[in-house]
């Protein structure tokens, strides 16, 4: 059985081993899942696990040129992935194509530091959307294009809009 350690990002410092959903991925996958639980959103608690020698298999981070650059993960070899991952590497040429893939390369040594990350809305990680009566509210006929446009929408919710939530 290959037992595989991650650090994924949220807080786990409550997780407990054997849930329900930890049998079943062991099971299926013949494996044992070791999660560092910690509070990964806690900058110095990851930097403090890491120092202490204490490493994932599988590492899920934002901001992953520092670690790379600092040894923390090794390069991921694109041929090997194209090789052995041919359904992730589709996903990520059809919804993200060159510009996720050179995203997640060095450019200073020119290696492949991560598994591009795409969603179905393609290389953005988060997509904005603004509610129709908010916008009508404020006198805004559609969504921004541009950082101007972003920035105006903002200031119209946080200056000049007063609303409701209703439970």
Same mark, same amino acid.
């Given at each position: 059985?290959? /037992? ?8 786990? @410092? ?14 299926? !996958? ?21 120092? @202490?020698?204490? !490493? @994932? ?36 040429d059809t ?38 009566d908010w ?8 969504? @921004? /294009?541009?950082?101007?446009?972003? !920035? ?16």
């Open positions: 059985m290959l /037992e595989l350690t991650w650090l994924v990002p949220g807080d786990w @410092s409550s997780y407990k081993e054997e849930t329900r959903v930890e049998q079943i991925l062991e099971e299926k !996958y013949n494996v044992d899942l070791e999660v560092i639980a910690i509070n990964a959103w806690d900058e110095e608690k990851v930097n403090v696990t890491l120092a @202490s020698g204490t !490493y @994932s298999d599988v590492f899920i981070r934002w901001g992953y040129s520092h670690f790379y650059k600092n040894n923390v993960i090794r390069a991921v070899p694109e041929d090997l992935m194209r090789k052995n991952m041919p359904n992730v590497v589709k996903y990520i919804l993200g194509g060159q510009p996720v893939w050179d995203k997640a390369y060095n450019y200073e040594d020119g290696k492949l530091m991560a598994i591009p990350t795409v969603t179905l809305a393609g290389a953005a990680k988060q997509v904005f959307a603004a509610r129709q916008l009508d509210n404020t006198g805004i006929n559609k969504l @921004s /294009e541009t950082i101007d446009e972003l !920035y105006d929408i903002l200031k119209a919710f946080t200056f000049t809009f007063t609303f409701t939530f209703t439970f």
